[in-house]
Nanobody
Framework: QVELVESGGGSVQSGGSLRLSCVFS????????MGWFRQAPGKEREGVAS???????NYTDSVKGRFTVSQDNAKNTLYLQMNSLKPEDTAMYYC?????????????????WGRGTQVTVSS
């Protein structure tokens, strides 16, 4: 079993920045890739960014050039640096981890999930 705990969410104005963190524990050797997803009220959960083996990254088009995913295995922590935030980035953000077939932004690829951290961007 793998446990994931997110932090770093909050309220910012449009154009601001936030850094989300996700501490992972338990059977961490099972993890091959990790990702960030988000879900806005009334919408489906969507993939935002993913990282495989701590290096290969993938982003949804709407965040390319603004968000950066990274992983520090010494600290067992996944990060999502979010710059130039927009009101449409407002959502609950979830950390996820998985192994096996990697479909970077597809929920079905992931085996473990955190409980989420709220990000609110005001105009």
């Amino acid at each position: 079993q793998v446990e994931l705990v997110e932090s770093g969410g909050g309220s910012v104005q449009s154009g601001g920045s936030l850094r989300l963190s996700c501490v992972f524990s338990g059977r961490t050797r099972s993890i091959q890739f990790m990702g960030w997803f988000r879900q806005a009220p009334g919408k489906e959960r969507e993939g935002v960014a993913s990282i495989h083996s701590g290096s290969t990254t993938n982003y949804t088009d709407s965040v390319k050039g603004r968000f950066t995913v990274s992983q520090d295995n010494a600290k067992n922590t996944l990060y999502l640096q979010m710059n130039s935030l927009k009101p449409e980035d407002t959502a609950m953000y979830y950390c996820a981890a998985g192994f096996g077939w990697w479909l970077p932004l597809q929920r079905e690829s992931y085996d473990w999930w955190g409980r989420g951290t709220q990000v609110t961007v005001s105009s």
